[in-house]
């Protein structure tokens, strides 16, 4: 049967896959896992998130959170997360979900997209720059300007790594497809020095990617 919220909070916090049948309306809807599992949703069917609720659906990196319709790849699974509604999507892999146009655009960090609808996803990739010794920040850090570049999928994007600990960080990175290359490296530096890093895209974001002066 349909559920309907009392202003109240409903956790599924399982460890295995588990299924949402139904059109419902949820206050406080939240899925969390510290291990890979799937949540599977009636397709055709709108999950319904009120407007002074919150969404909360988080994985962690390499253990996503996926979200499936029931006639997976046929028919989409829906969800209207209402104007005013706050939400936390991360670590996720969303296949065959439409977010209701009315609604709020679903935007989905350290995630997987596969045929989404008003759901984007993006990933953050983050590391350090380092001297060829590998533990002293890179003297340019934070000297010139956009000191890292990453190039992926047709895309270059830049950054500046901190003066302080050589950290850098790309944010909300569309997610590209799965197996996608990408090379990070150093540019813009004072004395030319380089450095690069290929990277293969699995799933969600990465981070340790570290940078070493005239290493390759």
Request: negative net charge; glycine residues 10%; aromatic residues 8%.
């Amino acid at each position: 049967g349909t559920f309907t919220h009392n202003l109240g909070t409903v956790q599924f916090d399982g460890g295995g896959a588990q299924a949402i049948n139904d059109a419902n309306n949820w206050y406080d809807l939240t899925i969390t896992t510290s291990t890979a599992r799937t949540i599977t949703f009636e397709e055709s069917v709108s999950q319904d998130i009120d407007a002074a609720g919150t969404l909360t659906l988080t994985g962690t990196s390499g253990n996503l959170l996926t979200l499936t319709s029931s006639n997976e790849p046929n028919n989409d699974w829906l969800i209207d997360v209402n104007i005013g509604a706050s939400f936390t999507v991360d670590f996720t892999n969303g296949i065959d979900v439409t977010a209701n146009a009315t609604g709020q655009t679903v935007d989905a960090d350290n995630s997987v997209c596969t045929r989404t609808n008003n759901w984007n996803c993006a990933v953050n990739y983050s590391g350090n720059a380092y001297e060829s010794d590998e533990s002293t920040v890179l003297v340019e850090c934070g000297a010139v300007g956009d000191e890292v570049e990453l190039r992926l999928e047709g895309v270059t994007y830049t950054t500046s790594c901190s003066s302080a600990t050589g950290a850098f960080t790309f944010a909300n990175v569309p997610a590209p497809a799965l197996g996608a290359i990408g090379v990070l490296w150093l540019d813009n530096t004072i004395s030319g020095t380089y450095g690069s890093v290929a990277i293969e895209f699995s799933a969600g974001g990465l981070t340790d990617l570290d940078i070493y002066e005239d290493t390759l």
